[in-house]
């Protein structure tokens, strides 16, 4: 009979100790359920239609619908602080874009999130550099003839943006800076209204996409000046960029990546970058999605992510600074 007690005994502690573990593995999967994803642009504007080819490809991965959910406003601060607040648990991530997470903290007064302290950087997924494009009817072919032209004619060649504080508007106020120039700044109220504007010959130049800019280029109905990128577009070979000319801080790409809210497991976190780094290393994606539209393909994992960020917060601030820029 002791032997038996002894053998009961010795089977429940065996269940008590494989409790956790059966506990553990009855865990359900990441993820069981719709995954989130915000941006803080319109349907169809900017990197939306990237956003929403990254989603479909996560959608197969993981076996769950990814929703794309447009939050635009604040210059995407309402969609960065709407995962900057969320649960941590990787049902709400957020497609990233530059401006959100190293611009903004500089511009404005208030800002409701903290980019290091809220954020968790998760994958670089691609980066997105601009052309400085101008009328034909200006008188400068090279970014050392607009200069010059600017040189001549103080304040008087004109640029046009997005607004105070956008990317096109703080790259012409630092390139003037470096150059000891002065450049008038008309705002627009988004891509197609400036961009309008240079091809009807009410202000001198601005700064779009390559996709953009190649078949503008091609017609003649624009001139391209240069290339705001550390190395030459494959779409543009014979562009030279603001490093060459001698500007080298106005070569700063924009960039997109997945972050989610602060306090993610380290392994989900892993497994998404896994999951993101499959997707733009897939040839017929990287070919359609990203090189066919001039992004630049990526991947960065979350440590050298992180410290890309924590890089850039100090490099904008001086861009902001000299912008003179700043939203109260």
């Given at each position: 009979?002791?032997?038996?007690?002894?053998?009961?005994?010795?089977?429940?502690?065996?269940?008590a100790?494989?409790?956790?573990?059966?506990?553990?593995a009855?865990?359900?999967?990441?993820?069981?359920?719709?995954?989130?994803?915000?941006?803080?642009?319109?349907?169809?504007?900017?990197?939306?239609?990237?956003?929403?080819?990254?989603?479909?490809?996560?959608?197969?991965a993981?076996?769950?619908?990814?929703?794309?959910?447009?939050?635009?406003?604040?210059?995407?601060?309402?969609?960065t602080?709407?995962?900057?607040?969320?649960?941590?648990?990787?049902?709400?991530?957020?497609?990233?874009?530059?401006?959100?997470?190293?611009?903004?903290?500089?511009?404005?007064?208030?800002v409701?999130?903290?980019?290091i302290?809220?954020?968790t950087?998760?994958?670089?997924?691609?980066?997105?550099?601009?052309?400085?494009?101008?009328?034909?009817?200006?008188?400068?072919?090279?970014?050392?003839?607009?200069?010059?032209?600017?040189?001549?004619q103080p304040?008087?060649?004109?640029?046009?943006?997005?607004?105070?504080g956008?990317?096109?508007?703080?790259?012409?106020?630092?390139?003037?800076?470096?150059?000891?120039?002065?450049?008038?700044?008309?705002?627009?109220?988004?891509?197609?209204?400036?961009?309008?504007?240079?091809?009807?010959?009410?202000?001198?130049?601005?700064?779009?996409?390559?996709?953009?800019?190649?078949?503008?280029?091609?017609?003649?109905?624009?001139k391209?000046?240069?290339y705001?990128?550390?190395?030459?577009?494959?779409?543009?070979?014979?562009?030279?960029?603001?490093?060459?000319?001698?500007?080298?801080?106005?070569?700063?790409?924009?960039?997109?990546?997945?972050m989610?809210?602060?306090?993610?497991?380290?392994?989900?976190?892993?497994?998404?970058?896994?999951d993101?780094?499959?997707?733009?290393?897939?040839?017929?994606?990287?070919?359609?999605?990203?090189?066919?539209r001039?992004?630049e393909p990526?991947?960065?994992?979350?440590?050298?992510?992180?410290?890309?960020?924590?890089?850039?917060?100090?490099v904008?601030?001086?861009?902001?600074r000299?912008?003179?820029?700043?939203?109260?």
């Amino acid at each position: 009979m002791g032997i038996l007690h002894r053998a009961a005994a010795l089977f429940a502690a065996g269940l008590a100790l494989s409790a956790p573990f059966a506990s553990h593995a009855q865990a359900p999967a990441w993820p069981n359920k719709p995954v989130r994803l915000a941006i803080g642009l319109p349907p169809g504007g900017g990197g939306d239609p990237l956003a929403r080819a990254f989603a479909q490809r996560m959608s197969t991965a993981w076996g769950q619908q990814v929703i794309v959910d447009n939050k635009p406003g604040a210059n995407t601060m309402v969609a960065t602080d709407s995962v900057a607040k969320s649960v941590p648990d990787g049902y709400s991530l957020l497609f990233a874009i530059d401006v959100g997470v190293t611009v903004n903290p500089h511009l404005y007064a208030k800002v409701p999130y903290d980019p290091i302290k809220d954020l968790t950087p998760i994958t670089q997924t691609n980066t997105f550099a601009t052309v400085l494009v101008a009328h034909p009817s200006v008188q400068a072919n090279t970014i050392a003839e607009l200069v010059a032209l600017a040189k001549a004619q103080p304040g008087k060649i004109t640029y046009s943006s997005m607004g105070a504080g956008s990317q096109m508007h703080m790259l012409t106020e630092m390139l003037g800076n470096k150059a000891g120039v002065n450049f008038l700044h008309v705002p627009y109220k988004g891509i197609p209204q400036m961009t309008a504007a240079v091809l009807a010959g009410e202000v001198g130049f601005t700064w779009v996409g390559v996709f953009t800019t190649r078949p503008m280029v091609a017609a003649g109905r624009l001139k391209a000046i240069g290339y705001g990128a550390g190395k030459r577009s494959r779409f543009l070979p014979d562009l030279p960029t603001f490093s060459e000319a001698g500007y080298p801080d106005v070569d700063m790409p924009v960039w997109f990546g997945i972050m989610g809210p602060a306090g993610m497991p380290r392994s989900l976190v892993e497994r998404i970058h896994r999951d993101m780094l499959a997707i733009v290393n897939d040839p017929e994606f990287r070919d359609r999605e990203l090189l066919n539209r001039a992004y630049e393909p990526s991947g960065l994992g979350p440590d050298d992510f992180a410290a890309l960020i924590k890089r850039e917060l100090a490099v904008r601030a001086e861009l902001v600074r000299v912008s003179g820029a700043r939203v109260e």
